[in-house]
């Protein structure tokens, strides 16, 4: 290959670099949107708006393209990553021996590397919990909401599962003391809870009438729960360790961001005596806040 060509190939290795990274940021910012609904809003409503909010994400089909080039990306960015810094290594293998790193170079740009991997250590950590068991173990209870009324010496509990139109439909009825489950058509007494309720569930989320086979209507998938519960010391024995994880990961992910983000768009070539110090200046409070308010998210849910 001559000097010419090698240059230019890796001239485009920096674009991509460019490219899927601040793609990636593009997805910090909508993931961290949706994320904020755990915390700005309390109770059933916060529930409510987090799990709408992944419903919608898991079934918009353009959030569903994003999603495939959101995964396309990070394995882009990373292999490129590695190779990029393997070819820099192997340039300049005596490295920084008789120069002053810190004199030409921060010290988040000398180990982006570094950096990226342990961000993908986290990325890989983070989909297992998370999006492996929406969408591939697909175990995410559905959305239900309870209601015991006491009457005439019984226990009476209602469950109503929250339908994506909107309400709340009757699910089962069941007397706590004997443990009793009722028909909701006709109100008899049943001995198996799977009697009880008059629809099936197919699919993980989708409501089906147990006699017509027909599709009534489709539940929301309880993820709101599933995230509330992992960072919960009462729920979960090891919440402090992920908590840890999860506020070291986001200050690796601002080292990262402080010099990634300018960076991103110098390798675009947009470079401007004006303009420059005004991306910087954005790149630096990006890289603060981002990672600062998914760190703060964990902290609530923990503190809680
Ligand atoms: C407060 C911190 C965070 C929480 C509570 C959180 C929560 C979640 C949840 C619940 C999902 C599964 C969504 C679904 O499949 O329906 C998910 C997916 C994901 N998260 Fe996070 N997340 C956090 C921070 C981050 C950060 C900082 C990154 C990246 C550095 C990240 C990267 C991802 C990716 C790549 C996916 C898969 C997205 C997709 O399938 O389109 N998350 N997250």
Known sequence: MSVRSAFSSSIIKKVWMALTGLFLCTFLIGHLAGNMQLILKTGEEGRRAFNEYAYFMAHNPFIKV??????????????????????NKKARPQGYAYTKPGANSSLPSRYMAVLGTLILVF???????????????????LHYKTITK???????????????????????????????????????????????????IKNHQELYDKETDLKITEGYKDLYTVVMDFFNPKKNDIALVYLLLYVVSMAVLAFHLWHGFASGFQSLGLNHKRYTPII????????????????LITILIYLK
């Open 123 to 141: 990325i890989v950590t983070h989909m297992a919990n998370f999006w492996w068991r929406a969408k591939i173990k697909e175990d995410i209870p």
């Open 150 to 200: 006491e009457q005439m010496q019984q226990k009476i509990k209602f469950t109503y599962i929250l339908t994506t139109k909107g309400e709340y439909m009757p699910f089962s009825v069941k007397e706590e003391n004997s443990g009793m489950y009722y028909d909701l058509r006709t109100g008899q007494p049943l001995m198996n809870k799977a009697d009880s309720c008059i629809y099936r």
């Open 280 to 295: 910087q200046g954005i790149g630096k409070l990006f890289a603060l806040a981002v990672p600062g308010l998914f760190a």
């Open 66 to 87: 994003l999603s495939y080039v959101t995964y396309f990306s990070i394995i882009f960015h990373a292999v490129q990553g590695f190779y990029l810094t393997y070819q």
